[in-house]
């Protein structure tokens, strides 16, 4: 069975390269958000398995997503991703529901794989 991932991001461009690359590595891309307010809509009508994350977000940024998603009463598994590197958000990451981080450049089925297995 496929793993089902939301993908949110502002940027129309990334969520369609996301969407590309983890369905040729074998993901179901059920739904994708722009921003947070859509993010936890999708959630809720489409229940993915997993939550694809940008931290920087329009309306909210993605450690309060994470935050509220993660106190839901079946919530997904979250993954955080950025243009820049972990280590620039300090110890947010860490203390962050999500179960890792990773940087949009390093994107890929496999890294997904490895936090959500």
Do not use: C, N, W
């Not at 502002?10 to 969520?15: A, C, K, L, T, V």
């Not at 009508?45 to 993660?70: H, N, S, T, W, Y």
């Amino acid at each position: 069975m496929q793993p089902t991932v939301l993908i949110v991001d502002d940027h129309p461009s990334f969520r369609s390269f996301a969407r590309t690359m983890l369905e040729s590595e074998g993901f179901r891309v059920v739904g994708e958000a722009a921003d947070a307010a859509g993010a936890l809509s999708a959630v809720v009508e489409l229940r993915p398995a997993i939550v694809l994350l940008d931290v920087q977000l329009p309306d909210l940024d993605g450690f309060e997503v994470a935050r509220r998603l993660a106190s839901s009463a079946d919530p997904p598994e979250i993954v955080l991703i950025s243009t820049r590197r972990a280590a620039a958000y300090g110890g947010r990451v860490e203390a962050s529901p999500a179960r890792g981080f990773i940087a949009k450049a390093s994107l890929s089925g496999a890294a997904l794989s490895a936090l959500v297995a």
